[in-house]
């Protein structure tokens, strides 16, 4: 018998009768002829509504106090899911990440799964029942709760199709699948059929939020095809995959934003060894990842230091340079929050030149300010203000002319 690994998000459970819906979804998967396994996440804005009830509380809320609240949404979601299945006659059980044997680090809010024991799941699945999985959470050797980082369910799926040798991983969102671009900010934007894991992976990563990065990563270090699809419609998603594409390759695969940037300026920074550990290491400790780092060529010995940091990052990020600028007798930091990533991303750009002037040329016709520039084999990103990020995007879609498709 086949196992199907089904991972429905937080708008494909937003109340009763969608719950109810994803309920006759899994029956049919199941009638097909598959053992099923369905991993859920908290019901609409219930993350969402959970952290704004601890920010209510305190202003700065335990870390792991925070990660137990947050589980509790997909507690809620796995639940009812059970019950809706029951309803429709068919045996089944909801289970925590925990029950399910998702072990993760100790890093509370983004940890990372360091395994998976699937023991109890088989022994569900053995007594053929619906075996429905809390998303985005996990526990830890200590067995304290630990949540995965936002959109993390995406995570579990693949983790748990993995670790039970399934067939495939389908993840049901509120979109047909993979697009060129967001298609809620480019409505010219087209369903991909099929992508590689390493596209797909630089999308997750630049911003695409359909897709949880991690979950790209699990499924291409153990080949499992992923499956993204609408759970409100039957049109053919888009296949996550480590084989040739089907489809003839633009050499720009998509485009992907993100607006949870913010740039952090270290101004007349004296130019001597030493100076950009004393600025990096402090905000290492900190637990605050960097993204991109520029410095300047020096005039005079004196040179400007940039980097990114996530928007929610930002006022601690201050906090830990503000005292480092003082002593390493740079002039003022400086910060940024309204900014905005856009990425342009493909394969077959690293081996044919001429990608990164069409993009600032586009931009530039649109009247789009680069902030910043990075790049990696297979994609280029650049940091706008927050304001230009749907120009930035409807002009790139047509500069790539990304609407084309086949
Ligand atoms: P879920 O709750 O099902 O996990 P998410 O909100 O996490 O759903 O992800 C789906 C959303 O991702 C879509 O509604 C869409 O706005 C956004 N998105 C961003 N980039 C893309 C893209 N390239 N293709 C499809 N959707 C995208
Ligand atoms: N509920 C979590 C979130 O909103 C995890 C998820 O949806 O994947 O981020
Ligand atoms: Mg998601």
Not at 282 to 293: G, H, M, Q, R
Not at 306 to 322: G, H, L, N, Q
Request: overall charge negative; proline content about 3%.
């Amino acid at each position: 018998m086949a196992l199907v690994v089904q991972k429905y998000g937080g708008s494909s459970v937003a109340d009763a009768d969608k719950i109810k819906n994803v309920a006759r979804q899994a029956v049919a998967a199941r009638e097909e002829g598959n053992h099923v396994v369905v991993v859920v996440s908290a019901m609409g804005k219930t993350t969402n509504n959970l952290i704004t009830l601890a920010n209510q509380v305190t202003d700065s809320p335990d870390e792991r106090e925070l990660d137990v609240l947050l589980s509790t949404g997909e507690l809620i979601s796995s639940t009812l899911l059970a019950m809706a299945l029951r309803t429709l006659g068919v045996e089944a059980i909801s289970l925590s990440g925990a029950q399910a044997g998702i072990r993760t680090d100790s890093v509370y809010s983004r940890a990372r799964i360091l395994g998976v024991d699937p023991n109890r799941i088989k022994k569900e699945l053995e007594k053929d029942r619906v075996v429905i999985v809390a998303g985005f959470q996990g526990i830890t050797e200590e067995m304290d709760i630990t949540t995965l980082g936002r959109g993390g369910s995406d995570t579990t799926a693949v983790a748990l199709a993995v670790s039970l040798g399934a067939d495939r991983c389908e993840i049901y969102t509120d979109v047909e699948g993979v697009y060129t671009a967001d298609p809620r900010l480019v409505p010219e934007a087209r369903k991909i059929e099929d992508i590689g894991y390493d596209e797909m992976l630089e999308l997750a990563s630049s911003g695409a939020k359909v897709m949880h990065s991690r979950a790209v990563e699990l499924g291409e270090v153990y080949k499992m095809p992923i499956l993204v699809a609408s759970s409100f419609t039957d049109e053919p998603g888009t296949l996550i995959h480590g084989g040739a594409s089907v489809e003839i390759a633009n050499k720009v695969r998509g485009i992907a934003h993100d607006l949870n940037v913010a740039k952090v300026t270290v101004v007349g920074v004296p130019d001597k060894p030493g100076v950009a550990s004393a600025i990096f290491e402090p905000l290492a400790k900190a637990n605050i990842s960097v993204d991109t780092i520029v410095q300047n060529a020096s005039i005079n010995k004196i040179t400007d230091l940039t980097f990114t940091v996530a928007k929610s990052d930002s006022a601690k990020a201050m906090k830990v340079i503000e005292p480092v600028v003082k002593s390493i007798g740079a002039r003022e930091c400086v910060s940024d929050t309204k900014l905005a990533k856009v990425s342009v991303i493909g394969a077959g750009m690293q081996t044919a030149p001429g990608y990164a002037a069409r993009m600032f040329s586009a931009l530039y016709e649109a009247g789009i300010n680069i902030e910043l520039i990075t790049t990696s084999e297979i994609r280029i990103t650049c940091i706008i203000d927050e304001a230009k990020t749907e120009d930035a995007l409807r002009t790139l879609h047509k500069a790539f002319e990304l609407e084309k498709g086949l």
